[in-house]
């Protein structure tokens, strides 16, 4: 018989090879982490905590409402119809499927329930963008041949599929609240592939100064805080302090859309700081001295229209100059005039705007001003064909003027998805 003190050596030993074969195994996993030069990145759960700029810990208060009293008369019904051909003309159809930007667009209109105007049950646009049964050269993310999980960007405007900015994808999934386990199709990966794997490789080849690295910011400051850092697949440390440092050393209307997303990324980091300590007050103090910049700039560069334009922060800009006259651009009759930088930049600002702290707002009557020229550009005679080249100057200025003036329209920040199934009758 086996005596009862060999029975415990045995235990013991068995204990030991178990203990030792964990070790080996959470070893090997290093190792490997550090041979492919990626740190996983254990971010589960943040879009539940932040959900992009979906939960109120994030979303800044509103901009001022603006009444109709301080515009010329216009019957509230007839100038939502109006408004409602507008958006009716940025509905996405089911033949504009493989059109990325449009389709990004159209999610940050109507959020992550966006559908299209036509086909069977108005299918989902965010399936349409991330669908992985899709076939090779539809898909929005491909697996290069570094082994990262990339973007496709689109070289010329008549491209179709791919994103105009870099990161500008992952930016407005996370915008819109899309989950880092959402699968996403990823031309030559493999199925079961998620957003994560996209955004953790976006992670992998960060450098400071990269390329449009404010779309880049957004979506880092909205799915990896807690935490604060990660590694590089060069084994670079970075922090999102050194993140922000990198867009504060660019000029202030550096950028597309004359700087606006360098800001609006400025504002979702000092959001997310609220929360979460992810800046060192340094950096924090950098981005207040750069919003308050860039408020007095709006103040002192704003056009007699109420317009802002993409050189708003030229130091030798003079708004009085401002040759470009919108009565002499739009007695034309065409879809160039109401693409101006204006629309767009002043679009865009109020944008920032929305989820900017209240104190970078400039004075209600500079808001007011601003967002009664978008109206009156929206509410021009264009067809839905114009409106429809048109989409990005469009659609943000459409939505700052539901925001402001019509802010019972929305569903809390979107247009609700239901309104797109009624276009369908129309």
Same mark, same amino acid.
């Given at each position: !018989?086996?005596?009862? *003190?060999?029975?415990?050596?045995?235990?013991?030993?068995?204990a030991?090879i178990?203990?030792s074969?964990c070790?080996?195994?959470?070893?090997?996993?290093?190792?490997?982490a550090?041979?492919?030069?990626?740190?996983?990145?254990?971010?589960?759960g943040?879009? $539940?905590?932040?959900r992009?700029?979906?939960g109120?810990?994030v979303i800044s208060?509103?901009?001022?409402?603006i009444?109709?009293?301080?515009?010329?008369?216009?019957?509230?019904?007839?100038?939502?119809?109006r408004?409602?051909?507008v958006?009716?003309?940025?509905a996405?159809?089911?033949?504009?499927?493989?059109?990325?930007?449009r389709?990004?667009?159209?999610?940050l209109?109507?959020?992550? +329930?966006?559908?299209?105007i036509d086909?069977?049950?108005?299918?989902?646009?965010?399936?349409?963008?991330?669908?992985?049964? *899709?076939?090779?050269?539809?898909?929005l993310?491909?697996?290069?041949?570094?082994?990262?999980?990339r973007?496709?960007?689109?070289?010329?405007?008549?491209?179709?599929v791919?994103? $105009?900015?870099?990161?500008?994808?992952?930016?407005?999934?996370?915008?819109?609240?899309?989950?880092?386990?959402r699968?996403i199709?990823v031309?030559?990966?493999?199925?079961?592939?998620?957003?994560?794997? $996209?955004?953790n490789? !976006?992670?992998?080849?960060?450098?400071?100064?990269m390329?449009e690295?404010?779309?880049?910011?957004?979506?880092?400051?909205?799915?990896l805080?807690?935490?604060?850092?990660?590694?590089?697949?060069?084994?670079?440390?970075?922090?999102?302090?050194d993140?922000?440092?990198?867009?504060l050393?660019?000029?202030?209307?550096?950028?597309?859309?004359?700087?606006?997303?360098?800001?609006?990324?400025l504002?979702?980091?000092?959001?997310v700081n609220?929360?979460?300590?992810?800046l060192d007050?340094?950096?924090?103090?950098?981005?207040d001295?750069r919003? +308050?910049?860039?408020r007095?700039l709006?103040?002192?560069?704003?056009?007699?229209?109420?317009?802002?334009?993409t050189?708003?922060?030229?130091p030798?800009?003079?708004?009085?100059?401002?040759?470009?006259?919108s009565?002499?651009?739009?007695?034309?009759?065409?879809a160039?005039?109401?693409?101006?930088?204006?629309?767009?930049a002043?679009?865009?600002?109020?944008?920032?705007?929305s989820?900017?702290?209240?104190?970078?707002?400039?004075?209600e009557?500079?808001?007011?001003?601003a967002?009664?020229?978008?109206?009156?550009?929206?509410?021009?005679?264009?067809?839905?064909?114009?409106f429809? *080249?048109i989409?990005?100057?469009?659609?943000?200025?459409? !939505?700052?003027?539901y925001?402001?003036?019509?802010?019972?329209?929305?569903?809390g920040?979107?247009?609700?998805s239901?309104?797109? *199934?009624?276009? $369908?009758?129309?």
């Amino acid at each position: !018989m086996v005596s009862r *003190k060999q029975n415990i050596i045995r235990l013991l030993s068995k204990a030991v090879i178990n203990c030792s074969l964990c070790c080996l195994v959470v070893a090997s996993g290093l190792l490997l982490a550090r041979v492919l030069s990626i740190r996983p990145v254990p971010i589960t759960g943040r879009t $539940a905590a932040i959900r992009g700029f979906g939960g109120p810990h994030v979303i800044s208060p509103a901009l001022p409402r603006i009444p109709n009293d301080s515009h010329q008369q216009v019957d509230d019904r007839h100038e939502l119809e109006r408004l409602r051909a507008v958006e009716h003309a940025l509905a996405p159809r089911v033949s504009d499927r493989n059109q990325s930007s449009r389709l990004l667009h159209a999610l940050l209109t109507w959020g992550p +329930q966006a559908r299209f105007i036509d086909g069977s049950d108005h299918p989902l646009v965010i399936d349409a963008l991330l669908d992985n049964q *899709k076939p090779a050269g539809e898909c929005l993310f491909y697996l290069a041949p570094d082994g990262l999980i990339r973007v496709n960007v689109r070289q010329r405007a008549s491209e179709r599929v791919g994103e $105009a900015h870099h990161d500008q994808a992952l930016a407005i999934l996370a915008v819109i609240g899309i989950s880092l386990d959402r699968r996403i199709a990823v031309e030559g990966g493999v199925d079961g592939t998620t957003l994560r794997d $996209a955004f953790n490789s !976006m992670l992998s080849r960060f450098s400071p100064g990269m390329y449009e690295a404010e779309w880049s910011a957004i979506s880092i400051a909205t799915y990896l805080p807690p935490l604060t850092s990660w590694k590089t697949r060069w084994n670079e440390e970075f922090t999102i302090s050194d993140l922000a440092r990198s867009l504060l050393k660019a000029d202030i209307s550096e950028g597309s859309c004359g700087g606006s997303h360098k800001l609006q990324s400025l504002c979702v980091l000092l959001r997310v700081n609220e929360r979460f300590p992810i800046l060192d007050a340094s950096t924090a103090a950098a981005i207040d001295e750069r919003l +308050q910049t860039a408020r007095s700039l709006l103040i002192k560069n704003q056009l007699e229209s109420g317009a802002w334009t993409t050189s708003w922060a030229h130091p030798e800009f003079d708004p009085s100059l401002d040759l470009a006259s919108s009565s002499k651009e739009y007695a034309k009759g065409d879809a160039a005039a109401i693409s101006s930088d204006r629309l767009l930049a002043t679009g865009h600002h109020l944008d920032w705007l929305s989820i900017a702290p209240a104190k970078y707002h400039p004075p209600e009557d500079v808001i007011i001003k601003a967002v009664n020229y978008c109206r009156e550009e929206l509410l021009r005679e264009h067809s839905a064909e114009e409106f429809g *080249k048109i989409i990005c100057p469009v659609t943000h200025a459409l !939505m700052a003027v539901y925001r402001c003036v019509y802010s019972n329209q929305l569903d809390g920040r979107w247009l609700s998805s239901e309104r797109v *199934k009624s276009f $369908a009758t129309q």
